[in-house]
């Protein structure tokens, strides 16, 4: 160990309570800006994930953010329905491996109700190619069998063997409600952290079934057609909000895309999800720059305390200070001792910044997965992760010059000279 080191250490171990504090106040900084970091961008790819796996989302002739937000998010209302007629025509396409409709329109007690297939629980994906599992149950069979999520469950105490009253439109409930055909819950999904969890899912034709006798939002007067009764009728959609489709080839993406927004009968909308998804992250950036500069500000606060701390500290080593000039220290050297123990301490902040990261990550990052849809990953720290350091090192660096720079100007009789 050189000398300056040497000197450098014992001098940490001799004020061993105070460089602890600031280390801390530094590591608690450095956690911060870092945390923002990494669940900003975590965030970030948690969000583009919230639905993976469907090449296109075709809905109404709409704009591509609008269509994703209410048919996947479940924000807002569709303009309008596409037509049966073109679902099939869709379905009918040479490159299309799969499809799933989805029906959307009315609630229960505040949740969304999905009226879709039953291939949903099977294409559907999330996250890190996540697929849907039942903690409870199973999938709808039964034309009044309904599948609830995560959240759904838990607020309203549901398990299997529930009933439930499906609400028309989006309200909490009241005089519109379809009660003369109750549903049962026949499977409880597990945690997405994606909408699914907020949603009821029941089949596009149990949807159709209790509106047989509905019209214009209402109850038409003098007609009620009992649950078992509505079996008998031809149940086929008439409509539906949006369909997820999956391609052969990834490779076709781009002409099947052209081909459904070209069908001459109706106008449609078919949109990349991950694409969109990417373009709405971009709305909203703004409020993720302004948590990571106030991040950095706290960085910077706490890099003022670590300033604070060496300058109150010089009073007290002046005398130090000048033996080490008595015992032949020049000036650059007292002056890289201030530095090296200011850098010292901020090495020290960043390790222990970065350990409160991962431990944050191993601790947190199961539960906001399970119950927000963002994996907070623990790992080795990213580029963007190391540039934060970096740029932390280097204002540590010009933090330690105003302290170096005072005691490169004491001279040898500062320090000897008693002050009363």
């Not at 034709?205 to 209402?218: P, S, T, V």
């Not at 623990?378 to 190391?386: A, H, I, K, L």
């Not at 090192?393 to 302290?403: I, K, Q």
Request: with cysteine.
């Amino acid at each position: 160990m050189t000398p300056l080191f040497h000197l450098t250490w014992r001098s940490v171990v001799n004020r061993r309570g105070t460089v602890a504090l600031t280390v801390v106040a530094v590591a608690l900084a450095v956690a911060m800006l870092l945390g923002v970091e990494r669940l900003r961008t975590d965030a970030r790819d948690g969000f583009a994930r919230t639905i993976t796996g469907t090449d296109l989302l075709v809905g109404a002739r709409s704009g591509p953010v609008q269509l994703l937000l209410y048919s996947v998010f479940h924000i807002g209302d569709a303009t309008n329905n596409l037509s049966w007629a073109s679902v099939e025509k869709i379905a009918a396409n040479p490159q299309v491996a799969w499809w799933v409709p989805i029906a959307l329109g009315d609630s229960h007690r505040g949740f969304r109700v999905v009226g879709t297939r039953p291939n949903f629980f099977d294409h559907y994906r999330f996250g890190r190619d996540g697929e849907l599992a039942f903690s409870e149950g199973r999938a709808f069979s039964g034309l009044y069998d309904a599948v609830v999520g995560a959240e759904v469950a838990a607020r309203l105490g549901y398990r299997t063997g529930a009933k439930v009253v499906v609400s028309h439109g989006a309200g909490l409930g009241g005089a519109a409600e379809h009660d003369d055909k109750p549903f049962e819950v026949v499977g409880v999904l597990a945690r997405t952290g994606t909408p699914v969890d907020r949603s009821v899912l029941v089949s596009l034709e149990a949807l159709e079934a209790i509106h047989l006798d509905w019209a214009g939002g209402a109850r038409l007067p003098g007609l009620s057609i009992p649950a078992d009764q509505a079996r008998r009728f031809d149940l086929t959609p008439k409509s539906v909000t949006a369909v997820l489709v999956g391609l052969k080839s990834r490779a076709a993406v781009f002409r099947v895309q052209r081909a459904i927004n070209a069908i001459p009968d109706e106008p449609l909308t078919a949109i990349l999800p991950g694409v969109t998804l990417h373009a709405l992250w971009g709305v909203v950036a703004i409020a993720e720059r302004a948590l990571l500069a106030v991040s950095a500000v706290v960085v910077l606060v706490g890099l003022a305390g670590l300033v604070a701390v060496v300058m109150a500290g010089l009073g007290e080593r002046r005398r130090e200070l000048a033996i080490l000039r008595a015992l032949g220290a020049s000036p650059p050297q007292v002056f890289m001792l201030l530095v090296v123990e200011s850098l010292f301490i901020g090495v020290l902040g960043c390790v222990f910044g970065l350990g409160l990261v991962q431990a944050g990550a191993i601790v947190v990052g199961p539960w906001l997965e399970a119950y927000h849809g963002i994996a907070l990953v623990p790992g080795w720290p990213r580029p963007g992760e190391w540039a934060l350091l970096g740029g932390v090192m280097v204002t540590t660096l010009g933090a330690s010059l105003l302290p170096g720079l005072r005691a490169y100007r004491y001279a040898i009789a500062d320090g000897m000279t008693i002050r009363i």
